[in-house]
């Protein structure tokens, strides 16, 4: 699956535009993980248990969207975005959006 930020995917053509897509995530650290995050706060630097967090959100928003583009019969998706927002205060949601194509490599 070809997935890009851009709008356009040089050296293919348009089949078929199969419409939007997206791919949705909910994490949450753990107690021990914000505890552990706290304590790094108050001696700076980078927080990794929020880092691998994020990460691992957005990457599993991605492989969502990527299962709903293939369900519709893309073979690509242009456009592609993230938006993330908290919930409650303790959780993340993730949301990798774009739109899904059919596409064909141009021979030249």
């Not at 089949?15 to 304590?39: E, M, P, T, Y």
């Not at 998706?77 to 993230?82: D, E, L, P």
Request: hydrophobic letters at 50%; glycine letters at 12%; charged letters at 20%.
């Amino acid at each position: 699956m070809l997935v890009v930020t851009t709008e356009m995917l040089p050296g293919y053509r348009v089949i078929a535009v199969r419409g939007h897509v997206f791919g949705v995530a909910v994490r949450s650290r753990g107690v021990g993980g914000n505890l552990i995050a706290s304590l790094r706060s108050v001696f700076g630097g980078e927080i990794r248990e929020y880092t691998e967090m994020l990460e691992e959100g957005r990457r599993l928003a991605v492989d969502r969207m990527i299962l709903n583009a293939k369900a519709i019969g893309a073979n690509a998706i242009v456009m592609m975005r993230f938006d993330s927002s908290e919930i409650g205060g303790s959780m993340n949601e993730f949301l990798a959006y774009g739109t899904a194509m059919l596409v064909e490599r141009v021979l030249r």
